[in-house]
């Protein structure tokens, strides 16, 4: 079945690099996301990597994927407080592609 | 482009009484999710459908939740009678395989308190 993990919280200093790692279950994913979730609003879509690739960047973000260890990362560089929000990756999977989300990680910038 | 729309934003109800989201979804789309986000958790998925077909409502308390998509457009969501541990926010969603990613796209939420 499908199971995604994360680190729960994350604290780091603005300007800094942030990493956000996830591990996941289900060796048959095809795509996998990252989300953002601001309080009180829905979740924005970040980026997403197929699952035949190792790495994608997108501005600051870039994303890593070890297929074979079942491990996705984030890493945002130049963290502003605006990037503070519960961050959450996702793998989609299946017969009918249902997509599974993580428990989600805290990000906290400190100015 | 329109997102997906979600009404009502915000519901506060008895537990035992009964409530009803709505939700349409972006133009085209053909697969429609319901998601349940507890307060510090991560979505759970409680329902998708195909078009107006349901293809997984594996985690959908049957008890007590029922949904409906007719016509393969907008759906609803209802919840009878309510328990105080379905407070929660209730996230629509939808996809395209045409999109790139296949990426799902979400509505603001219905925000359930069961008091």
């Known amino acids: 079945g499908e199971d995604v993990e994360q680190s729960l919280f994350l604290s780091v200093r603005e300007g800094d690099s942030s990493v956000i790692n996830c591990t996941y279950t289900?060796?048959?994913?095809?795509?996998l996301y990252w989300y953002k979730q601001e309080p009180g609003a829905g979740l924005q879509l970040l980026t997403y990597?197929?699952?035949?690739?190792d790495m994608k960047q997108d501005q600051r973000l870039t994303v890593l994927l070890n297929k074979k260890d079942k491990h996705l990362s984030l890493r945002i560089a130049d963290t502003q407080t605006g990037d503070s929000a519960i961050y959450f990756c996702?793998?989609?999977?299946?017969?009918?592609?249902?997509?599974?989300f993580g428990t989600g990680t805290k990000l906290q910038v400190i100015p | 482009e329109a997102g997906v729309a979600q009404s009502p934003r915000y519901k506060i109800i008895e537990k035992r009484q009964s409530v009803a989201f709505w939700c349409n979804p972006i133009?085209?789309?053909?697969?429609l999710y319901w998601y349940q986000q507890i307060l510090g958790q991560g979505p759970k998925l409680l329902i998708q459908?195909?078009?107006?077909?349901?293809?997984?409502d594996s985690q959908l308390p049957k008890d007590r939740f029922s949904a409906e998509r007719l016509k393969g457009v907008d759906s609803t969501l209802k919840i009878q009678p309510a328990k105080l541990e379905d407070s929660a926010v209730y996230l629509c969603?939808?996809?395209?395989?045409?999109?790139?990613?296949?990426?799902?796209?979400f509505g603001e939420g219905s925000w359930l308190t069961v008091v």
């Open positions: 969603a939808s996809s395209s395989r045409g999109q790139a990613g296949n990426t799902i796209y």
């Open positions: 289900d060796s048959s994913s095809t795509y």
């Open positions: 990597i197929f699952s035949n690739m």
């Open positions: 996702a793998e989609r999977s299946g017969g009918y592609q249902k997509v599974t």
């Open positions: 133009s085209g789309h053909a697969t």
């Open positions: 459908f195909q078009n107006n077909g349901v293809v997984d």
